[in-house]
């Protein structure tokens, strides 16, 4: 059964920093691209970081410096954690990954993700 639980959203200070959490099942976290994307009301699904199976990550310009993005190889999870948020990093964050097979060469389509979390909101004030 193919799952990501997403956890560790919640509302901060601009300037302040939250770490989102994604529990994967071990066959996604060994294969293909996993990457976190955000969605704001009234604006399109954007991808904000990815990491390939061997921990490359790629960043959105608009986190570049701020976000950086992790796996546990132990407790199977990946991580975002995000320093100097700002207003308009509030959003509905997801976890994704490609499943076997995929890359991040196009990390910031959601239509190379197969599988997404319920997603964890984020909100800066």
């Known amino acids: 059964h193919v799952q990501l639980v997403e956890s560790g959203g919640g509302s901060v200070q601009a300037g302040g920093s939250l770490r989102l959490s994604c529990a994967a099942s071990r066959y996604m976290y060994d294969n293909g691209c996993m990457g976190w994307f955000r969605q704001a009301p009234g604006k399109e699904r954007e991808g904000v970081a990815a990491i390939e199976s061997d921990g490359n990550p790629s960043y959105a310009e608009s986190v570049k410096g701020r976000f950086t993005i992790s796996k546990d190889y132990v407790k199977n999870t990946l991580y975002l954690h995000m320093t100097n948020l700002k207003p308009e990093d509030s959003a509905l964050y997801y976890c994704?990954?490609?499943?076997?097979?995929?890359?991040?060469?196009?990390?910031?389509?959601?239509?190379?993700?197969?599988?997404w979390g319920q997603g964890t909101q984020v909100t800066v004030s």
């Open positions: 994704a990954a490609t499943g076997d097979g995929g890359s991040c060469r196009n990390y910031e389509s959601p239509r190379e993700f197969s599988y």
